[in-house]
């Protein structure tokens, strides 16, 4: 389904070139203060423009269709939509024969008996990460001290900031892509939120975070790396502040520890590239030649800090 | 809550040093047969014994509740109950003063107020792991076709198989601990299960396999690796058959392609080590040293690959 | 939470007076038929005009805004969403300092600490049956030969239909209202649906039918006589078709026996009525006169027919 | 499912003549104290021993196998277990050619294909309201002050106490069985449980009491009499202290107004009659003559009213 949450419960609608997309956030409390500029400021951090990411511009102004009254939740389901306007779904014909590789085309297709809409990804499209964002702004404002801040660690492998417009470019010369690394963190976790095995910390915000499209990983404190050190190493003994290593990311057994939660991501490189691939033609039935044109990111991961916030604003909403 | 699944849901239960621990499997399939012999092979695996592992002793002997009917599934709830014996409470008395570093001894003691039972880690405790394999057979059974491997391919750093034994004699002998990497890999999926978006297959592999305690990673595909490579590295062409490279791990969009799904998994080194820890002591408010006697694990990965092959196929059984 | 549904998902929202009111149906399956003229027959049957019911007029006209492609459904969430027109908000002033008995004025305020959206009744305003009804349209045609078909039996406690027109008319001039009796029969019912216990059908269908604004109760089959009967009497014996008396309304143990599910529905009398009515005043904390203005049915329960359709459609697609 | 609850969550499983009967129990709050003893009171109601209720004995001693700790919950899981004892099955070998008349044999036979429990109606049992009974005395701990009482008020369509001895010997002697009437009470109320349409109090306390067997309405307040009542006679005014007539049974638009949540549910008669029946024979595929031997109720409704009060207590907890 495409809901996630038990008591802040958010329901995804809408597809890349329909009417609209948007979000219904059922269970938000009421009397939280909302307005279009409370959202704007997220919705800017994921709008394209910065140098790497898509020329597609699309208004991305959100109406509230339910749920506010006077300027404050009410307590009701809280919809927010988002109109779609620039679209040119004639750059999607093609892709019917030729599904794009690493695109959810051809799974799409078969998974619906191919009644999906096929245009711009339809309901699959990235741009269904703009009411992800709207919702995230919302729980954010539920949350209230706890704060949480992701930023982009790495771009095609290098962690030197300085260097990632040289590399965009470069890449973009080349019609080719860059992935990226997202580090979020928590500050201000009250101790206790939640549960053992199923239900645990990490199990919720991965859950969450891989629903972002193009996640291939994720990892909490240590990750990786722990499989790799001793337990002498990697223990993270109390000291009278809490934990002092915070080796586990604010986490033990699936419980917040009161340490900042720490994670990351890693998104792989933008699937749709100019540069021609050699992928199966399922008309013709030979391998063919795609070059894909349509405006896209060199580097989509740029876009996403703000939404791997929102998603883990959307968990710690549902948990607390 | 503690218990996990849609349709073929999985609701643990159980202490470590309590009566029993359990699990009661409601939606799995009625005709399937099943006996206390189909559960042994997988429990075997997961039992201790192997050289790195704790000498713990339990008779991990399945009691069928209910559900069962002249050897077979009866569509009615399914309850698999296993019971505790051997049991030493007393190693465990310290801890309420000296929580243990990387355990939930603290977290459980403030989230449920001091009431939760906190011998040998209570609902903590990786025994729950036990029942949880068994829902795992049970799952395997109503999957069928679809082929479930997971294996250690890493044990402290180290690919190289032959050189563990040594590595973990050495580990034991410093009182220190390992960790580890899984590899779980599902062949004949077929395409389209998972949805978009929250219940991506991502999503619910990763929700299931952060339930298993000490994982501390995962990451599918190619991982992150995508994150350091150029979209045309790292796309996927089709051919005839089907993705060629696999670089996404079996999933585009968050829906199966029909490859293989291939994730790995990372396991932090065990907790509890005898090497004395310099850590906090609650009641007498000073930095204090404990040292952790009982059984434990030198490296508890090496009894996981098939906890991983069990939340896998409980995942798959949910969405097929 | 304003949903219901577990693999055919419905979820509510919007408010009478605020900018629209909808439905997000997730799980929908693709490929089903819809157009707006689909939706139009049983809005219709819902819409006032009949002698007895409101002048309200709305535009009731359907608006997707996904899910839906080249006039079918996709398999993606589906959203429909009706726009307010025809608001008259003066009408609801008073009632913040004089809740009006029977609705859900004091008890909104009360739970959503006066945050809640008061102009028309808001999110609890009987216009939200509206997408109830839009779903229900697209669960029938999910359903496919299941018929589902819902009369009025009883207006005011007269069963003879004859007599309605003028029992509404009286009722009119003295300012008052009428309440009524919906029977509703499901034929074609596969047998085994539903579950045991919490599952049962009737639980479910019970469930959803309390949904609808102003249900005092629900019967099956012989419903609150079979308490006066023997067990002679009721006890429905077998015959070669199946059940012979229906008296348990098609269900045996919470799970549908191949007959006909039938059952009944009482509906309260309108409470808005023009007669003044003696309550108290939280303002001047005295009791005072309240007359309710405002357009409003003599007897709604004569456009509820075709919502106990609904919501019992939307309950078998769910256990289909 | 065979579960219940979002946030207290009650599974059951177990089978009449199985190894045991039991009911986990998720998301109890911690530090309830909680004995055998303390669940013995409710479980004597329940009781057979009555004059008027099977002679069958059963232990019903409850076994605590996880959760409790010291006397106390802890807030892991919490499953209480009734071993079963005094079975004879051999009292049941017939059904399978002539599913007894008003019994879910037949359609559990058909639903699991034939692979169900038969035994004593195996999973359909009444039995299982044992652990239901359990689970609500453990949801009337936590509710703390809110006060649920149920009583019989009709037996037989006789509404005078003092004539049921008579009545259900009559009914004995003839081989026959009555039905009744339990009404439901629940008192201090806070103001505001539930949510607008889909998860009304009357949703929720009418699929609870629903997944009781042998139920076949259910009505609040002023129940099917108000679909015959006019506005201004069934319409509640407000007085200082809420409202005054209760006609709505303590819930308008589905949220408690404060008021003693009222209903009352019809039990069919027991199915189970001595008193020679004909049915159909699959086998012969002839009409044939059954007579059903075993131990049983000649009202077992008599024995319901704890089993309203557990399943009011269980949406309660939730809602709390």
Same mark, same amino acid.
């Given at each position: ?61 959100? =109406? ?48 619906? +008996? ?42 095609? %492998? ?22 990226? =690394? ?11 939120? %939640? ?17 972002? /499209? ?7 404190? +240590? ?12 223990? +993270? ?22 340490? /900042? ?14 540069? /021609? ?19 896209? +990111? ?15 604003? =959307? ?6």
């Amino acid at each position: 389904m495409n809901s996630f949450g038990r008591i802040f419960r958010v329901s995804l609608f809408g597809e890349s070139h329909g009417e609209a997309v948007g979000v219904v956030i059922d269970g938000a409390p009421e009397g939280i203060g909302l307005s279009k500029e409370d959202l704007m400021f997220d919705i800017g951090r994921r709008a394209p423009g910065l140098n790497g990411t898509t020329s597609r511009r699309e208004s991305d102004e959100p =109406i509230f269709l339910s749920g506010l009254y006077e300027g404050h939740t009410t307590g009701a389901p809280l919809t927010i939509m988002f109109k779609n306007g620039d679209t040119r779904s004639e750059d999607y014909v093609a892709f019917d024969a030729m599904p794009r590789p690493g695109h959810a085309d051809f799974v799409a297709s078969v998974k619906w +008996d191919w009644e999906n809409d096929p245009r711009g990804g339809g309901h699959f499209s990235g741009r269904l990460t703009l009411p992800l964002v709207a919702a995230g702004v919302v729980a954010k404002k539920a949350l209230e001290d706890i704060d949480i801040h992701a930023e982009l660690i790495e771009v095609g %492998g290098c962690s030197d900031e300085s260097k990632w417009p040289e590399l965009l470019e470069k890449a973009q010369a080349e019609g080719d892509s860059l992935g990226g =690394i997202v580090e979020c963190k928590v500050d201000n976790v009250p101790i206790g939120l %939640g549960e053992p095995f199923f239900d645990s910390v990490e199990s919720m915000i991965s859950h969450a975070v891989f629903a972002i /499209p193009g996640v291939r990983g994720i990892e909490f404190g +240590d990750g990786f790396k722990a499989a790799r050190m001793k337990g002498s190493e990697h223990n +993270d003994p109390f000291g009278p502040e809490g934990p002092t290593k915070n080796s586990s990311g604010g986490i033990n057994g699936g419980i917040t520890n009161g340490a /900042p939660i720490v994670f990351r991501v890693a998104f792989k490189p933008t699937s749709s590239i100019s540069k /021609p691939q050699k992928t199966y033609n399922f008309k013709t039935q030979k391998m063919d030649t795609l070059a894909i044109k349509g405006r896209h +990111d060199v580097c989509f991961a740029l876009r996403t800090p703000v939404i791997v916030e929102a998603v883990t604003a =959307i968990v710690l909403a549902d948990l607390v």
